[in-house]
Nanobody, 114 residues
Framework: QVQLVESGGGLVQPGGSLRLSCAASRSIRSTMGWYRQAPGKQRELVAQVTSGGTTNYADSVKGRFTISRDNAKNTVYLQMNSLKPEDTAVYYC??????????WGQGTQVTVSS
């Protein structure tokens, strides 16, 4: 079992920045990702990073968001810059354990509004 605890969400004005953190309860050795779910919409991939550091981003966040991981701290981060109202959602951390097991965090709310 792995527990994932997200933090760093909050209310920010358009154009602002937030940094989300996801701390795992034990060593993380495979792909970690951030997903988000806005009201009335399906959960969608925001960004992911493999154990080797390869990253993948949704087109809507490319150039604004950066995912990173610190394996020594069992933590993955999401630096979000130039935030837009359409980035408002609950953000979830996800840990994939091959071949098919997935762990989710409880989510952290991000609200972008003036």
């Amino acid at each position: 079992q792995v527990q994932l605890v997200e933090s760093g969400g909050g209310l920010v004005q358009p154009g602002g920045s937030l940094r989300l953190s996801c701390a795992a309860s034990r060593s993380i050795r495979s792909t970690m990702g951030w997903y988000r779910q806005a009201p009335g919409k399906q959960r969608e991939l925001v960004a992911q990073v493999t154990s080797g550091g390869t990253t993948n981003y949704a087109d809507s966040v490319k150039g604004r968001f950066t995912i990173s991981r610190d394996n020594a701290k069992n933590t993955v981060y999401l630096q979000m810059n130039s935030l837009k109202p359409e980035d408002t959602a609950v953000y979830y951390c996800r840990y994939d354990v091959p071949p098919s097991y997935v762990y989710w965090g409880q989510g952290t709310q991000v609200t972008v509004s003036s």
